[in-house]
Every structure is written in C-alpha cells, then in structure tokens.
C-alpha cells in the first residue's frame, strides 16, 4: 500500500516562534503532487501548500513553506512566525500521478500554539 | 456555487435506520470525492466520481453503504441499516479534475452519530 506518515501525533509551539511538521510517503509514481491540510476545529479543510514533485523548487506561500526530499520521500512543512490561529490539524497528503487521483492522508499532526 | 456546500451539519440517527448525506460540488468540477474521518483519525477514502461515474469505489467499506450522482452535481452517500461504528465525520470534496495536481475542495462535512 501507498502511504503517507505524519510520525508527530501532537506539536506546541510559542506563538511568534517556528515549527516544522514532518511528513514521509511512499509512491512508485515519478510524478506526483503532495500538498498540506489544516483543519481546524470547524472542520474545514483549508488547503495550505501544494507542491509538485517534478519540481525541485520548494514551494512557499508567506509564513507556510515545505522542505521537499524527493529522494528520501521527505515533505516536511515549516511555519514561521506561529500565530494563535495556525492551532488545528495538519495533514499531509500524496495525490499520485498518472490515473491515481486519490488523495492519501498521514494521520494528522495535532499542532498548537500557546500565547 | 462558490463552495462545496453538505448537509446536513449534524445528524444523530438510531442504529438499523437509513440515512442520506448530501454534497453539492463546486459548478463545473467533474470530479467529487467522499471521505471518513473517524474520530482523531486521518481522511479514509470512500468513493471517486468523475462525471456521473464512479470508476473507484474501492473504499466503500460495506454493501450498506452505496453513492451516486446526478447531472455531474450534487451527489449523496446513503448509508443503510446504520450501527454504531459507522458514527464519524463525512467530507465530500470536489475538485477541477482528478489526478492533476490541483488539490481539493472540501465540505463542512456531515458529523454522523448513531445511537
């Protein structure tokens, strides 16, 4: 099976500090998209980072960026300047190339930032 | 409409009853997704439409639960002769077409309890 592994199930943070989520996957496919969710607790999935794997430039979008490891199928997700409202969960996931659409979760890093 | 919009928010139902779970997509996106969550759990996958088709259903983890989709819109996930295990988060998410990179849009989702 083609999974994804999110290997911290909680993280803190102080708020104005920076906080990197970790991410590994496995995919026999060379070209594929891997991208991070937040959920907060209103439970809407907020797509934070996208990042495609034929790629080599990481992706950033403000305060949120990725360090991508194609190699070591390695996607980790970097938050700088924490801000109370980052506090939610986190997934990582793998959208396959080719004919795989599915997107495929880690389980989730619970992350919260204290004041 | 501007977002993927379910209903209901909430549904409490007794365990061996029959429910229906709604999704619109997002006008004009071919493909919609339906997930799981579990409590404190990552996203299980359910069922992909593209179109009025489901070409992967493979996630559907039983015969009482079955999905279908009219006029490339609004689709609904019935799940038959409820029991308890089946009480979780239902995401639906939509997306411009599946497998390319674009990432989802999700629902509110729909918070099952079965009582």
């Known amino acids: 099976a083609q999974t994804v592994t999110q290997s911290q199930p909680e993280m803190s943070v102080q708020e104005a500090e920076t906080v990197t989520l970790s991410c590994t996957y496995d995919?026999?496919?060379?070209?594929?998209?891997l991208f991070w969710y937040k959920q907060p607790p209103s439970r809407q999935m907020i797509l934070v980072i996208r990042?495609?794997?034929?790629?080599?430039q990481n992706a950033t979008e403000n305060r949120f960026s990725v360090n991508f490891q194609k190699a070591a199928k390695s996607f980790s997700l970097k938050i700088s300047d924490s801000q109370l409202g980052d506090t939610a969960m986190y997934f990582c996931?793998?959208?396959?190339?080719?004919?795989?659409?599915?997107?495929?979760f880690g389980k989730g890093t619970l992350l919260t930032v204290n004041p | 409409g501007a977002g993927v919009s379910q209903s209901p928010s909430n549904k409490v139902t007794e365990k061996g009853k029959d429910v229906e779970l709604r999704c619109d997509p997002i006008?004009?996106?071919?493909?919609l997704y339906w997930y799981r969550q579990r409590l404190g759990q990552g996203l299980e996958f359910l069922i992909y439409?593209?179109?009025?088709?489901?070409?992967?259903k493979s996630g559907l983890p039983s015969d009482r639960f079955s999905a279908e989709r009219t006029g490339e819109s609004v689709s609904t996930l019935t799940i038959q002769r409820t029991q308890q295990e089946d009480s979780a988060v239902y995401l639906c998410?939509?997306?411009?077409?599946?497998?390319?990179?674009?990432?989802?849009?999700f629902g509110s989702g729909t918070r099952l309890t079965v009582v």
């Open positions: 998410a939509s997306s411009a077409d599946g497998g390319l990179g674009y990432g989802y849009t």
């Open positions: 995919t026999s496919e060379n070209n594929y998209y």
């Open positions: 006008s004009g996106h071919t493909a």
């Open positions: 439409f593209q179109g009025n088709s489901a070409p992967d």
């Open positions: 996931a793998r959208e396959g190339g080719g004919s795989n659409y599915k997107l495929t």
């Open positions: 990042q495609e794997a034929y790629k080599q």
